[in-house]
């Protein structure tokens, strides 16, 4: 695997300085107009720059999707050839399921079976939860900072988005505090509350909302439409894009979330955890051993995230291109 890598960086080496070499060459000869303009040299002349765009974009392709093509393999590779001949990228002993199947009858070092389906529940309960309440408060309070007038809004509006440069550690200790206060410690509602006070979506969202005309919303409540009825039938239909896009950030963020659910569901009950600190637990300590288990699980835990993406991309072109833009 290593040698096929190397050869990788190789060949990305050697075409970006012949690429170099060839963009260095056509601006020179343009320049000097001594390029001989038929329909293959015009072509490159007035597209070289999106030629050299491609190609970059190429490379970053291959960069991203190279690890991942190697996570997948490896999910597919026995632990057999792990142990005894590392580093083929094709095993000699051919692919196998078997890292999937072991995947839901691993067993801890106690003897006791891991809950690998109740954690990809778990996920799926506190990520779906998490984001339809998120959606709801951030399209709220974005509708309210938009089209409703109260004093020191834009004041109030500043603060929220002046907390977004506190980092995530710095307020650790209080939630932490927060959750005992309340008992929510080793409950799933602990993942869920603490952030829905997020203020990345709901500048999104609000962003989104200033595109909406003010005069469609007085209009409506001139016809005597209350402000819930003008969120659910006017604003709701209008800004669906921007909620999907924004509904798949918060059911990515919250269903890949490692450091808070270990911290705050700790070791006592594995029933509790989540599909990452279950694979986190199966990748470490007396289970690392286990490569291609852990492979498997960390490609298991993508496919949500993969499917949910394939189905909305078009909407998250849209939602973002949309936003900021006044109509």
Do not use: H
């Not at 056509?26 to 999106?50: A, D, F, P």
């Not at 491609?54 to 590779?77: A, R």
């Amino acid at each position: 695997m290593s040698k096929l890598l190397l050869s990788i960086l190789i060949v990305v080496l050697i075409l970006t300085i012949a690429l170099v070499i060839f963009d260095i060459v056509v601006i020179r000869l343009k320049k000097e107009k001594k390029l001989n303009y038929n329909n293959i040299t015009c072509y490159i002349s007035n597209n070289l720059i999106r030629i050299n765009a491609f190609y970059f974009l190429l490379v970053f392709i291959i960069v991203w999707m190279t690890p991942l093509f190697i996570g997948i393999v490896g999910s597919f590779t026995s632990q057999y050839t792990f142990e005894n001949n590392p580093g083929q990228l094709i095993p000699k002993d051919g692919f196998t399921f078997d890292n999937y199947i072991n995947l839901f009858n691993k067993y801890d070092t106690d003897g006791t079976r891991l809950p690998v389906e109740r954690w990809v529940l778990n996920s799926f309960l506190v990520s779906s939860a998490f984001t339809l309440f998120y959606l709801a408060i951030a399209g709220l309070a974005a509708y309210a900072f938009v089209f409703l007038n109260f004093k020191f809004r834009n004041i109030l509006f500043g603060f929220i988005i002046a907390t977004m440069v506190i980092p995530g550690v710095a307020t650790l200790t209080p939630q932490l505090s927060n959750i005992a206060n309340l008992k929510l410690a080793r409950s799933l509602w602990a993942l869920i509350l603490p952030g829905l006070g997020g203020v990345g979506g709901l500048y999104l969202i609000r962003q989104f909302y200033l595109g909406i005309p003010k005069e469609l919303i007085e209009s409506a409540r001139m016809d005597g439409i209350s402000d819930i009825k003008i969120f659910i039938k006017i604003i709701l239909p209008l800004a669906k894009s921007v909620f999907l896009v924004q509904g798949l950030f918060c059911f990515m963020g919250c269903w890949n979330d490692l450091l808070w659910p270990q911290i705050i569901l700790g070791t006592a009950d594995k029933s509790l955890w989540t599909l990452q600190v279950g694979i986190a637990y199966i990748s470490s300590g007396k289970t690392a051993n286990a490569i291609g288990i852990s492979l498997s699980g960390s490609i298991f835990s993508a496919i949500p995230i993969i499917i949910l993406y394939i189905f909305t991309q078009d909407k998250i072109i849209e939602g973002v291109s949309n936003t900021g833009v006044k109509g």
